[in-house]
């Protein structure tokens, strides 16, 4: 085999490998996203039920746009993991980053209507519209296949 064929062979080889262990991890990675959109799910819909009850145009506008600015970070960190090379590709850490600002932004946001960050407990919303408790992302936690 000539040298050139080797290095190539050898890099294609390593390329592999980490095409590889990239598309082992997406479907953590999906798990990740898909967390995180259940969880926006549930922000969008508990407050649309306190605007329907207490109108506040502006605050619902600025709520949409803090929910729009999370599901288009999550998007973001989903396409960056399926064109990443390595796990630890910066795109895909600088998008989970940038969605952890927008969600906590959106807490800030949604905390005087009613939304409770609860840690690692379970989603729950209380009865009567008394308060909606949603877990902590799982792109928040270190190693949560990102």
Known sequence: MRPA?????????VGTAGCAAVAAALPGVLAVVQDGEQILSAI????????????DAELQAKVAQAVARARSALNLALRAAQ??????????DAAF????QAYLDLISL????????AGQARMAAAAGGGGLDVPEPMAFRKGAAR
């Not at 064929?5 to 080889?13: D, E, M, N």
């Not at 969008?44 to 109108?55: D, T, Y």
């Not at 064109?83 to 895909?92: E, Y």
């Not at 949604?110 to 960050?117: A, E, F, K």
Request: hydrophobic share 50%; glycine share 10%; net charge neutral.
């Open 5 to 13: 064929a080797i290095v190539l062979a050898s890099a294609l080889s």
């Open 44 to 55: 969008e819909g508990f407050v649309a039920l306190v605007f329907a009850q207490h109108p």
């Open 83 to 92: 064109g990443a090379k390595a796990l630890g590709d910066q795109a895909v």
């Open 97 to 100: 980053k940038e969605f952890e």
């Open 110 to 117: 949604t905390r005087p209507l009613g939304v409770r960050p």
